[in-house]
């Protein structure tokens, strides 16, 4: 009797490829550090990968990286310049559009040059000096030609055109003893005028009444002594 013919079982193949790791060849990954502002999913604003050769896809929206390796041109665009101001001295009689800002750079005894800012008014019919801002080295005087701004009391204080404001204070530090015109406003000289002197040091100077009884009149510059050479004396800049 013929015996019936044997059935084989289908042989059981294991895939290696499920139990290796990646293959030589694979594309390299670029590594962005991560955005800690970013919720950290892999996407490429906050701080993701894309492979080098392309393939990953994604988006590279900016702050991430491209598929080649580079940074996108995201970021921060830069802030506006503010302008300059209208040369004119009169700024508060000048009609802007409110909000508007502007500067105006004036040169100062202290050899430096200031940037001031000025806000138009609500309604538009002028611009307004940004004041109580800190300055450090007392009486310096910034000339705007026309108008002013001096430091005073530590803080900025503007002086408009127009009035009868005192002289302006000399670019460079007058001579100690040498003649002023004495009194307040009306064109005098003024009582306090500040100058860089000896190594990084201030002194003030101011013109002071040669009679005690009338401070009007003819005077002379004297010092507060912070970079006198001599003991005792008034001091001015460079003694």
């Known amino acids: 009797m013929a015996r019936s013919p044997r059935r084989y079982r289908a042989p059981l193949v294991i895939t290696l490829a499920a139990t290796l790791g990646p293959a030589c060849g694979?594309?390299?990954?670029?590594?962005?550090?991560?955005?800690?502002?970013g919720d950290g999913d892999g996407d490429l604003a906050s701080g993701g990968t894309?492979?080098?050769?392309?393939?990953g896809g994604g988006?590279?929206?900016?702050?991430?990286?491209?598929?080649?390796?580079?940074?996108s041109s995201g970021g921060n665009p830069p802030e506006p310049e503010i302008p300059s101001c209208p040369s004119d001295p009169y700024l508060e009689l000048i009609t802007c559009s409110p909000g508007d800002q502007?500067?105006?750079?004036?040169?100062?005894?202290?050899g430096e040059?200031?940037?001031?800012?000025?806000?138009c008014d609500e309604s538009g019919e002028g611009w307004s000096f940004k004041d109580r801002i800190a300055c450090y080295k007392p009486w310096e005087y910034c000339d705007g030609s026309g108008d002013a701004a001096v430091c005073n009391g530590g803080v900025w204080i503007y002086e408009g055109a127009g009035g009868n404001p005192p002289a302006p204070c000399p670019e460079e530090s007058p001579e100690l003893g040498s003649e002023c015109q004495a009194g307040?406003?009306?064109?005098?000289?003024?009582?306090?005028?500040?100058?860089?002197?000896?190594?990084?040091?201030w002194t003030v100077l101011g013109c002071v009444s040669s009679d005690d009884l009338n401070p009007y009149g003819m005077g002379t510059w004297q010092g507060d002594g912070a970079c006198s050479?001599?003991?005792g004396g008034a001091g001015g800049a460079g003694n």
């Open 102 to 110: 502007c500067t105006r750079e004036m040169d100062c005894t202290s």
């Open 26 to 37: 694979q594309a390299d990954y670029i590594y962005n550090p991560p955005d800690t502002s």
């Open 184 to 201: 307040y406003g009306f064109g005098a000289d003024r009582t306090g005028c500040g100058y860089p002197c000896g190594d990084e040091e």
């Open 113 to 119: 040059e200031q940037k001031f800012l000025f806000t």
């Open 229 to 231: 050479s001599e003991a």
């Open 50 to 55: 894309a492979p080098s050769g392309g393939e």
């Open 59 to 71: 988006d590279t929206s900016s702050g991430g990286v491209t598929a080649s390796g580079g940074h």
